[in-house]
């Protein structure tokens, strides 16, 4: 338990150093950072970095709220002023089983869009593209004496364009400024989870193929990965367990007729820290991911936090 203290206090501070940091140099930035970040920001926020599951139980059904803060250039120059922009999403998640090997996992966004720019705020509302993935159990350590209890999984799945898509909105600075991407998309995921007495890591890999949508634009396709390391505190019917770790995200240039859309790949790495309580059938946590590193689209948006609540019913 002192170890992982440790591990929470130096990540923390690490954190913090990098965020004030970017605070204290956005007024020399000048092609800093950029956001494709569709699924991760407004369209279709399926959780992404955040996380497929709970760390108290792999299958359950829930909701969980998402607050992501992003700023973006207002224009195309240096001194161009700087906007706040503020993605609300509102999620049904559930991760069921279907069979003694096999989970279906549902995420239902509703997206809560809005920013404040220099002559007017815009806002947008509504329902997101639906995520539906299946994981299969592909290993699983059956020794009960076992030191390291180890488990594979493996999955994937389809976006579905519930979501509304306006392309009017891709002339702004931000791409993501959508409810849905209006495409079909389709995903890959993995997941390794591995525990000790009360320690576990969790590892998550996940790639998301796009495709072009009737408005003949295509977002790049993304790739996630975590990892994150637990420990469960047991006190009577009470589980607690703080977690710490670290998340990313990787994308490709958009299209548009085929063609790249310039300043629209980028890839950004957080930290991230979040406690889970846990009472018979009920459990609710909370999560915040600080930016440690980011290169995202040409100066022109900059991601500052994100911040998580999921209250889960345990299957």
């Known amino acids: ?32 950072y950029f956001l494709d970040d569709c699924d991760a920001c407004g369209c279709s926020a399926s959780g992404g970095s955040m ?7 792999e299958k359950f059904i829930g909701v969980r709220y998402m607050y992501q803060k992003y700023q973006s250039r207002d224009g195309v120059f240096n001194n161009s002023p700087w906007i706040d922009e503020n993605f609300n999403t509102v999620q049904l998640w559930g991760r069921i089983p279907v069979s003694s090997k096999m989970d279906v996992m549902v995420l239902a966004p509703y997206h809560f869009l809005n920013r404040e720019k220099m002559t007017n705020s815009q806002s947008l509302s509504g329902l997101g593209d639906i995520t539906l993935l299946t994981f299969y159990n592909l290993h699983q350590t059956q020794n009960d004496t076992a030191t390291f209890h180890h488990k594979i999984l493996v999955g994937g799945g389809i976006k579905v364009p519930t979501g509304v898509f306006n392309n009017k909105n891709n002339g702004s600075i931000n791409p993501s400024f959508q409810l849905g991407t209006g495409s079909w998309d389709y995903n890959l995921a993995t997941e390794y989870i591995v525990r000790a007495n ?26 996630n ?21 670290v998340a990313g995200e990787t994308y490709q240039a958009n299209q548009e007729f085929k063609e790249d859309v310039p300043y629209t790949k980028g890839d950004i790495f957080f930290g991230k820290l979040g406690i889970e309580a846990g009472y018979r059938n009920f459990s609710a946590g909370i999560n915040v991911m600080l930016p440690i590193n980011q290169n995202l689209t040409g100066g022109r948006v900059e991601a500052d936090y994100r911040l998580a609540f999921n209250i889960n019913y345990i299957l």
């Open 198 to 223: 009360n320690f576990g890591l969790n590892t998550t890999l996940s790639y998301a193929f796009k495709t072009e949508n009737q408005k003949n634009y295509k977002f790049g396709n993304q790739f």
């Open 225 to 245: 990965y975590g990892s994150t390391l637990f420990y469960t505190i047991l006190v009577d019917q009470l589980q607690l367990v703080p977690q710490i770790g």
């Open 1 to 32: 338990m002192k170890k992982l203290l440790i591990l929470f206090l130096l990540l923390n501070q690490t954190v913090n150093a990098q965020f004030k940091n970017l605070l204290s140099d956005q007024s020399s930035l000048t092609d800093a």
């Open 51 to 57: 996380g497929f599951n709970s760390m108290l139980s």
